[in-house]
């Protein structure tokens, strides 16, 4: 465990980059003291998301549910909308459309350094729903996107920015895209 100098992975998401927000996006990690230790502009395949976004049922399932909580609140028919109330139906659809969207454009990949940088990471980017994502947070200040809505246009929804979910994720997140190649950088600020 090394909490001073945690590593996490970011992604800045199609409407990220097609709002002009890398600027800003990566303002706010550095505004929080947290360092950018590799970055870079690329085109993902749909391969490369599909390896990216867990396969195992519990987490395909967990996205499914995710509909069908915001489906319920909202007094939405599953069956009529989507075709199914089945969480494994719906998360594999979810599933399909996140691929879509993430390779509708260009994306920004950074490795990002710091005090419990994954953390940190996750509350600056704000919940995952942009709607639901409180104001001083990058979903809530930029975005206001909402399942019910994305899921009704059958797409994903779209919120800025992916960053790793746990130290674990991160390493597996960052050996997936920056692999073995030596763009990772290990510098010192003026303040350190
Ligand atoms: P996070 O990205 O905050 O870690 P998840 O891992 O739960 O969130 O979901 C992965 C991505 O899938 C989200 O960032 C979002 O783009 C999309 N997503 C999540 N839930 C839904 C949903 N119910 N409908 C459509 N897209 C969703």
Not at 17 to 32: M, T, Y
Not at 46 to 53: A, L, P
Not at 142 to 148: F, G, K, L, N, Q
């Amino acid at each position: 465990m090394n909490f001073k100098n945690e590593k996490t992975f970011v992604m800045i998401k199609p409407d990220g980059v097609k709002k002009g927000l890398i600027g800003e996006i990566i303002r706010r990690f550095e505004q929080r003291d947290l360092k950018v230790v590799g970055l870079e502009m690329f085109q993902p395949s749909k391969e490369d998301i599909d390896q990216h976004y867990p396969k195992d049922e519990a987490w395909i399932s967990r996205l499914g549910q995710k509909t069908l909580g915001t489906y319920k609140k909202y007094n939405i028919d599953s069956k009529k909308e989507l075709g199914t109330d089945n969480d494994l139906e719906i998360g594999t659809m979810v599933r399909g459309w996140l691929i879509e969207y993430m390779t509708s454009a260009p994306l920004v990949r950074m490795v990002v350094e710091g005090i419990h940088a994954v953390d940190m990471v996750r509350k600056i980017c704000g919940v995952t729903i942009p709607s639901l994502a409180d104001m001083g947070t990058l979903r809530g200040d930029y975005s206001a996107d909402s399942p019910a809505v994305a899921n009704t246009e059958k797409r994903a929804v779209m919120n800025l920015v992916h960053a790793s979910e746990t130290p674990e994720e991160a390493q597996h997140e960052i050996k997936h895209w920056f692999g073995t190649r030596k763009v990772i950088f290990n510098y010192k600020r003026f303040v350190d």
